[in-house]
């Protein structure tokens, strides 16, 4: 039995408790996460919210890549988003390794360097700062009054506020 095999077996389980009320696609808070992918960082239980509350875009490090970009942009002028959660972590795996010596170690395992950016960073705090400052930079994100960053400490569980 793989991971992949209990994980249908749980979606199984949650189709048969599933409540059939139909939620709409716009986020009803209005508000879309990025986030860290980290497993130790679960966004929805650490700010409390449910199926159809927010977006939740997540990838290496949650910083503004072009992709986030894109992803934000669709929340914010087609989906009815209005502010954005940036969310990244201590111990996070983008924290330190320079994006050369990431290029090299995926060279070593796969024998191809990647074509785009791998956005590692030294400084957590100026990652944040970095990430929400690029968000208010952007003209695909227009509502740019409620844009705020946080690191999740994942020894404790605290979230806090970088400004």
């Given at each position: 039995?793989?991971?992949?095999?209990?994980?249908?077996?749980?979606?199984?389980?949650?189709?048969q408790?599933?409540?059939?009320?139909?939620?709409?696609?716009?986020?009803?808070?209005?508000?879309?996460?990025?986030?860290?992918?980290?497993?130790?960082?679960?966004?929805?239980?650490?700010l409390?919210?449910?199926?159809?509350?927010?977006?939740?875009?997540?990838?290496?490090?949650?910083?503004?890549?072009?992709?986030?970009i894109?992803?934000?942009?669709?929340?914010?002028?087609?989906?009815?988003?209005?502010?954005?959660?940036?969310?990244?972590?201590?111990?996070?795996?983008?924290?330190?390794?320079t994006?050369?010596?990431?290029?090299?170690?995926?060279k070593?395992?796969?024998?191809e360097?990647?074509?785009?950016?791998?956005?590692?960073?030294?400084?957590?705090?100026?990652?944040?700062?970095?990430?929400?400052?690029?968000?208010?930079?952007?003209?695909?994100?227009?509502?740019?009054?409620?844009?705020?960053?946080?690191?999740?400490?994942?020894?404790?569980?605290?979230?806090?506020?970088?400004?």
């Open positions: 039995m793989t991971a992949t095999d209990d994980l249908l077996r749980n979606a199984e389980a949650y189709a408790r599933f409540d059939k009320h139909e939620l709409p696609a716009p986020p009803a808070r209005r508000v879309a996460v990025l986030a860290c992918m980290d497993a130790r960082l679960a966004p929805m239980r650490l409390g919210l449910q199926e159809g509350d927010a977006h939740v875009i997540r990838n290496a490090g949650g910083v503004v890549s072009d992709d986030a894109r992803s934000l942009a669709i929340s914010q002028n087609l989906m009815g988003t209005r502010e954005i959660v940036v969310i990244q972590h201590t111990g996070c795996g983008m924290l330190m390794p994006d050369d010596h990431m290029r090299r170690k995926l070593e395992a796969i024998g360097e990647p074509a785009w950016p791998l956005h590692t960073f030294s400084d957590l705090e100026h990652s944040v700062r970095e990430t929400v400052d690029r968000l208010h930079r952007t003209p695909f994100i227009p509502h740019k009054g409620s844009i705020r960053g946080f690191v999740y400490e994942v020894e404790t569980g605290k979230l806090r506020e970088v400004t």
